[in-house]
């Protein structure tokens, strides 16, 4: 006799909502229409469904996204770095407290070493027939952001080497939710070809019809939603094999259109807008935003920065601002729209050497028009690069905080944890530093205001 199990499948949506009312229907109704057919149904999330830049998901803190997943009859989803690192320790350990499916994932543990109470290593799922079927899972190990932020993340290759070697025999049906990105699921596959398909993300890669290495199907179905994967594996239950597997990607524009479904959008921005219209601070003034220049804003901003870090002196990009801080009333709703980057502040020590090589490469003329994606950045362009406390003068020397440096002496310099991923100073992915989490900028922005503009909120209502 031979079953087909199907498995849809959803990665990086990074709360890009234009398209969830096609997929809610779409994944409903595929749902339905499988199990009154006698088949079995899988729908699984492969992490970063949350990004902390979309306005609803900043007001609820994700736990908005998870209605979403359980509105739509998840089964089964893993977490991926927005979902692990924008959150502080005790955000995420709340995030899934109303989660109606399960969440896998085997390479976080909590400091003790014990996996967190929200999470499971693996599952095992019986299918309409009785076909046992595995799914295993990991996320991406940024370990000094989870060190700081109170976890231990395990390397994942080893992690779910050894999950295959335990479950290999106890299942008929394996298969791996990976926020690991293609290169790593290319070397589990070498490693573990046991694994029968292995569902990605994190790169963002599109595998229209997905791609076998080693016998094992990697599937991909980009990022923001733009995509619905969908694969099918037919086993043998008499001769307790895989016969055949195939994936597709399903482009959520062509789906069906769904009742008033920009109204459901709209609906979800307006809720996270109302649960942001409160007030965070009062000001005397309006803060402009320059992306090419200095502005008052990006030297309120540097104050901010140098206070909270304690650092020597400061380098961000003038793009970082989407807006202006207002005069009067300001909300955490303008903050969000100004700052809304999960992205966190970062310490780096240099010494005076290398932080002058620095701040000339900064001076970089092709950087401040260029366009950005990814790294956290939800910008439009990087902007001119900002230097507060340093500068080369005009007789070559290094000069912090108004003085001659020390070529030799070590500084602290604090910057924007982008700049660190080996991108624009790729040095700085090995230098020293310490991140600090879990603040994002706008929380260093938002603390800062309360103490600046003290004189004008003591004058205002609670």
Same mark, same amino acid.
């Given at each position: 006799?031979?079953?087909?199990?199907?498995?849809?499948?959803?990665?990086?949506?990074?709360?890009?909502?234009?398209?969830?009312?096609?997929?809610?229907?779409?994944?409903?109704?595929?749902?339905?229409?499988?199990?009154?057919?006698?088949?079995?149904c899988?729908?699984?999330?492969?992490?970063?469904?949350?990004?902390?830049?979309?306005?609803?998901?900043?007001?609820?803190?994700?736990?908005?996204?998870?209605?979403?997943?359980?509105?739509?009859?998840?089964?089964?989803v893993?977490?991926?770095?927005?979902?692990?690192?924008?959150?502080?320790?005790?955000?995420?350990?709340?995030?899934?407290?109303?989660?109606?499916?399960?969440?896998?994932?085997?390479?976080?543990?909590?400091?003790?070493?014990?996996?967190?109470?929200?999470?499971k290593?693996?599952?095992?799922?019986n299918t309409?027939?009785?076909?046992?079927?595995?799914?295993?899972?990991?996320?991406?190990?940024?370990?000094?952001?989870?060190?700081?932020?109170?976890?231990?993340?395990?390397?994942?290759?080893?992690?779910?080497?050894?999950?295959?070697?335990?479950?290999? *025999? /106890?299942?008929?049906?394996?298969?791996?939710?990976? $926020?690991?990105? @293609? &290169?790593?699921?290319?070397?589990? %596959?070498? =490693?573990?070809?046991?694994?029968?398909?292995?569902?990605?993300?994190?790169?963002?890669?599109?595998?229209?019809?997905?791609?076998?290495?080693?016998?094992?199907?990697?599937?991909g179905?980009?990022?923001?939603?733009?995509?619905?994967?969908?694969?099918e594996?037919?086993?043998?239950?008499?001769?307790?094999?895989?016969?055949?597997?195939?994936?597709?990607?399903?482009?959520?524009?062509?789906?069906?259109?769904v009742?008033?479904?920009?109204?459901?959008?709209?609906?979800?921005?307006?809720?996270?807008?109302?649960?942001?219209?409160?007030?965070?601070?009062?000001? *005397? /003034?309006?803060?402009?935003?320059?992306?090419?220049? $200095?502005?008052? @804003? &990006?030297?309120?901003?540097?104050k %901010?920065? =140098?206070?909270?870090?304690?650092?020597?002196?400061?380098?961000?990009?003038?793009?970082?601002f989407?807006?202006?801080?207002?005069?009067?009333?300001?909300?955490?709703?303008?903050?969000?729209?100004?700052?809304?980057?999960?992205?966190?502040?970062?310490?780096?020590?240099?010494?005076?050497?290398?932080?002058?090589?620095?701040?000339?490469?900064?001076?970089?003329?092709?950087?401040?028009?260029?366009?950005?994606?990814?790294?956290?950045?939800?910008?439009?362009v990087?902007g001119?690069?900002?230097?507060?406390?340093?500068?080369?003068?005009?007789?070559?020397?290094?000069?912090?905080?108004?003085?001659?440096?020390?070529?030799?002496?070590?500084?602290?310099?604090?910057?924007?944890?982008?700049?660190?991923?080996?991108?624009?100073?790729?040095?700085?992915?090995?230098?020293?530093?310490t991140?600090?989490?879990?603040?994002?900028?706008?929380?260093?922005?938002?603390?800062?205001?309360?103490?600046?503009?003290?004189?004008?909120?003591?004058?205002?209502?609670?």
């Amino acid at each position: 006799m031979l079953e087909t199990i199907h498995f849809y499948h959803t990665n990086d949506v990074h709360s890009h909502f234009e398209h969830w009312p096609r997929t809610h229907e779409f994944l409903m109704t595929r749902k339905k229409w499988h199990i009154d057919a006698g088949d079995s149904c899988f729908v699984l999330d492969i992490g970063d469904f949350m990004d902390r830049s979309n306005v609803y998901t900043e007001a609820t803190l994700g736990k908005g996204n998870v209605e979403l997943l359980n509105d739509a009859n998840y089964d089964a989803v893993t977490i991926g770095n927005n979902e692990g690192i924008t959150l502080s320790n005790s955000e995420l350990n709340m995030l899934y407290k109303d989660a109606k499916f399960d969440v896998l994932v085997a390479n976080l543990h909590n400091n003790d070493g014990d996996l967190p109470h929200w999470a499971k290593s693996y599952q095992i799922y019986n299918t309409t027939t009785g076909v046992r079927v595995g799914i295993i899972a990991a996320t991406a190990p940024f370990y000094l952001f989870y060190e700081q932020l109170e976890w231990q993340v395990l390397e994942p290759l080893a992690v779910l080497k050894k999950q295959v070697d335990e479950l290999r *025999d /106890r299942v008929d049906v394996l298969v791996c939710m990976s $926020h690991l990105g @293609l &290169s790593d699921d290319t070397l589990l %596959a070498e =490693l573990c070809p046991e694994i029968d398909v292995i569902f990605g993300a994190h790169t963002h890669h599109i595998l229209h019809e997905g791609k076998i290495v080693n016998e094992v199907l990697l599937t991909g179905g980009g990022k923001f939603g733009l995509f619905v994967g969908h694969t099918e594996i037919l086993f043998d239950t008499d001769t307790k094999k895989v016969v055949k597997k195939k994936t597709m990607l399903h482009r959520t524009i062509d789906l069906a259109s769904v009742d008033k479904e920009k109204e459901i959008v709209v609906g979800l921005e307006q809720r996270g807008r109302e649960l942001l219209d409160v007030p965070v601070f009062y000001t *005397d /003034r309006y803060y402009n935003k320059e992306w090419y220049h $200095h502005s008052n @804003l &990006s030297r309120l901003f540097a104050k %901010a920065l =140098l206070q909270f870090s304690n650092a020597d002196c400061a380098l961000f990009n003038a793009g970082i601002f989407l807006s202006g801080l207002p005069k009067g009333r300001v909300t955490a709703n303008d903050i969000h729209s100004m700052l809304p980057h999960p992205i966190n502040a970062c310490v780096i020590e240099l010494t005076g050497e290398r932080l002058k090589e620095v701040y000339i490469e900064a001076q970089n003329v092709d950087w401040p028009r260029r366009e950005v994606k990814g790294l956290g950045f939800r910008g439009v362009v990087m902007g001119k690069m900002l230097n507060y406390q340093f500068e080369v003068d005009d007789m070559g020397q290094l000069v912090i905080g108004g003085h001659i440096a020390d070529l030799k002496k070590s500084y602290k310099l604090v910057t924007l944890d982008m700049y660190t991923f080996g991108y624009f100073f790729p040095d700085f992915k090995n230098t020293p530093k310490t991140y600090l989490l879990p603040q994002f900028l706008r929380d260093i922005l938002i603390l800062y205001g309360l103490e600046f503009f003290k004189g004008e909120n003591s004058e205002r209502p609670d």
